[in-house]
């Protein structure tokens, strides 16, 4: 749907689009230009929430399950392959920057539906620490 | 010690020691002002006046005998004080509070009451983190702490540290272990006033473009020795308490630069009045018009924002990671572009170092150093970037509104409580919900509504392209187009910042801020910088908005949300 936009511009303020969008996506799909008589549908609101979330696989977590998908999860990440992942190397010393370490947090969260701690990477550096770490957790549930 | 300190002290006792800032005879006035900035100075007046008015104890939690509450608080005294004077509000100094923020948010009880005593005895302590050769990446920080038998040594260097060469005490960001990691480093407390000035050389001095007067040092340290209780927190916990530390300086930061906006907006809006050009006035010029409004505009949108970032300090302690690094993301740039719009207004004027004008280029100049000072944009970006996916996932479209005290100006917030700042925010972003509650948009005038359905497309939006980002574009190393993310995402918690402050202050006895204009012109230009192509501002809205500028310039009031009674002689 399209419509004119003629009713909202009179281009007397040249200012208002003296700074067009600082960081334009790349792909930048072209926007809604009938802002004036836009509607959102409710659908818009609540469909296609799809979550992230997994169904809870902890009860069926073991040391190597909890391993496999870890060094596949940094993998992904630093876009190599996981036989490419060292399990007792240093995850800051194959690249895995402070920030990331830090949303790794987020990723065990989402995938077995615990609570940890955001610095978890930090305090245990590789996978294999990380890997024994999470599997305690899980059995103290 | 004291433990009922007296925080009665306000902006507005504060706004009157500064006096009238337009008298040519006030010592703490633009002139004063302006010739400390010529001699490279800060202003001498302005120190002693700060030292009388106990400003130290600002940077102090009651608890340990000074005056900080709640960092709304501290954010609109540190606004006060840069509306005169940006270079007095840091050199006088904010860095004092940085150090003090690692401190209150990771030191012991003996630790804390040493920094309260030096701080509440008029004393200055820096915060030294910055090492010219590693800038923003804290994480390959060289200076090293050493242990020795039952003694520290410190060795290395800290470079563009403001007041070094001057302070009694410095919080050092220094090396305790090995490697990269992130458990590498800790907070050291180092007494500079009775440990041996031989070991350290602190007399470097970096001249600087703006806060010209700010004495921006450095020190190199050779085997100073400190005492084996000098860490602050657990060794090597230095990068969690900078985590949590730094969010409260990323939202006092911007919101003090609001202050300085203020003076730049008036100085022009004075200018635009004074000047007659074409049988008129400037400000009857229509591009002139429009520019001093849309400065008004973002000013209050960034008001908004920072405000909101303050609050929710408290209010949202868990979700702070994500909005104070937008606040300090968006609100200097917003404001950085906001003054070259004005800039070019004032036109010749703006390039003057002197005469009724001339505050405009000091101003000017100092303004973008809280850009990249302490955390620069991209850094800010690279903060929220990695933890968008998550919110995305989690909460845009779908989580709850906050809580009204988030955006009730006359909301009491209490004190601080740093433990509580979490390092993410765990998925959680009740922020932009304020776009997306079919309750709010219900309450909003037609033109207000369109433009928050317009960015509610956008959160939509956005919600898709963070949920397919892939991990390799969350870090540093991401490409432009995950920066742009951030960018977005930021632009939206300015306007969910302005949804909810309007909403919320509908008890408000000023008219102005209960009415819709303010708000629609904010979110108009927010919706622009997103790229939508609305042209103008509705004639009426921009009426109404000059007008008031123009009020509150006549009656001398801050162009803030606030609208402070500034000084008259
Ligand atoms: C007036 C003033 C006062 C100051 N006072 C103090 C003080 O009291 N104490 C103190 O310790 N320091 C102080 N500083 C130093 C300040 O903190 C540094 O400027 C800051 O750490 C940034 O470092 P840098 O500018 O060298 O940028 P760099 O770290 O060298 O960054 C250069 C560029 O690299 C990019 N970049 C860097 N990191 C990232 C990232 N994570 N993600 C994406 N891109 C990135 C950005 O584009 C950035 O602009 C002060 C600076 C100024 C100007």
């Known amino acids: 749907m399209r419509a004119s936009t003629s009713a909202v511009r009179s281009y007397r303020s040249p200012d208002v689009k003296a700074y067009p969008n600082p960081y334009p996506y790349p792909d930048q799909k072209p926007l809604p230009t009938n802002f004036h008589t836009l509607h959102i549908s409710r659908s818009l609101l609540m469909s296609d929430l799809t979550t992230d979330i997994s169904t809870d696989v902890s009860t069926a977590a073991t040391v190597e399950t909890v391993r496999t998908w870890l060094t596949e999860r940094v993998a992904y990440f630093l876009d190599v392959t996981p036989q490419d992942i060292a399990h007792d190397g240093l995850l800051v010393e194959i690249g895995l920057d402070s920030v990331y370490a830090l949303t790794l947090c987020g990723d065990v969260e989402d995938e077995y539906g615990i609570l940890v701690e955001a610095t978890l990477a930090w305090d245990h550096p590789t996978i294999d620490a990380l890997t024994a770490h999470i599997h305690s957790e899980l059995g103290a549930r | ?569």
């Open chain 2, 1 to 569: 010690m004291n433990t009922t300190a007296d925080t009665s002290c306000t902006t507005a006792d504060l706004e009157q020691v500064l006096g009238d800032a337009h008298d040519r005879d006030n010592p703490l006035g633009f002139r004063a002002v302006l010739e400390a900035d010529e001699r490279g100075e800060i202003l001498p007046e302005g120190e002693k006046a700060l030292g009388s008015f106990g400003f130290n104890a600002e940077f102090v939690p009651r608890r340990l005998g000074g005056r900080l509450v709640d960092i709304e608080r501290l954010m609109l005294m540190m606004r006060t004080l840069s509306r005169r004077d940006p270079t007095l509000a840091l050199g006088y100094g904010f860095t004092s509070y940085i150090s003090g923020s690692a401190m209150w948010t990771s030191g012991n009880e003996n630790q804390q009451r040493r920094m309260a005593d030096i701080l509440l005895g008029g004393g200055k302590t820096a915060a030294g983190y910055n090492e010219l050769a590693h800038g923003n990446d804290f994480t390959r920080t060289d200076l090293a702490a050493t242990t020795h038998g039952d003694r520290i040594l410190i060795n290395g260097r800290k470079q563009i540290v403001n007041n070094f060469g001057r302070a009694d005490a410095v919080v050092l960001l220094a090396r305790t272990g090995e490697g990269p990691g992130n458990r590498s480093h800790s907070h050291l407390f180092v007494d500079l006033v009775d440990g041996p000035a031989d070991r350290v050389d602190r007399d470097v001095r970096y001249p600087t473009v703006g806060l010209r007067g700010c004495l921006i040092g450095g020190a190199e340290f050779t085997d100073y020795p400190v005492p084996a209780d000098a860490p602050i927190g657990p060794v090597g916990g230095a990068m969690e308490t900078v985590l949590r530390a730094f969010q409260t300086t990323r939202a006092v930061l911007p919101g003090m630069m609001v202050g300085t906006s203020d003076t730049l907006l008036r100085t022009v809006t004075r200018f635009a009045l004074d000047r007659k050009l074409y049988g008129r006035r400037v400000a009857a010029l229509p591009h002139a018009r429009a520019t001093l409004v849309g400065a008004f505009l973002d000013l209050l949108a960034g008001d908004c924002l920072s405000t909101v970032a303050c609050r929710a300090l408290h209010v949202l302690p868990g979700q702070t990671s994500v909005l104070t690094a937008a606040n300090k993301y968006l609100v200097p740039k917003v404001l950085h572009r906001s003054s070259h719009a004005l800039g070019t207004v004032l036109g010749a004027n703006s390039y003057l170092r002197d005469g009724t004008y001339g505050i405009f280029q000091k101003f000017a100049r100092d303004l973008p150093a809280i850009t990249f000072a302490h955390a620069n944009a991209s850094v800010c970006q690279a903060t929220m970037l990695p933890q968008l996916p998550r919110l995305a996932a989690t909460s845009w479209l779908r989580a709850p509104r906050p809580p009204k005290d988030l955006f009730e100006l006359d909301a009491p917030l209490g004190d601080i409580d740093y433990g509580a700042l979490e390092l993410t925010s765990r998925g959680a972003d009740h922020l932009t919900a304020m776009l997306s509650h079919p309750g709010t948009r219900a309450q909003l005038p037609d033109a207000a509504a369109r433009l928050v359905e317009l960015l509610l497309t956008d959160l939509a939006d956005l919600r898709e392209r963070c949920l397919a980002l892939p991990p390799s574009e969350h870090s540093v190393v991401a490409g432009r187009a995950g920066f742009a993310l951030a960018d977005r995402y930021a632009q939206l918690a300015m306007a969910a910042s302005c949804l909810g402050i309007w909403q919320h202050n509908q008890h408000s006895d000023d008219a102005f801020l209960r009415e819709a204009d303010w708000l629609t012109g904010a979110l108009h230009r927010i919706a622009a910088r997103l790229g939508h192509d609305l042209g103008a501002l509705p004639d009426s809205t921009e009426q109404r908005l000059f007008d008031e500028l123009i009020f509150r310039e006549k009656n001398h009031e801050g162009f803030d949300l606030g609208r402070p009674q500034l000084s008259l002689a």
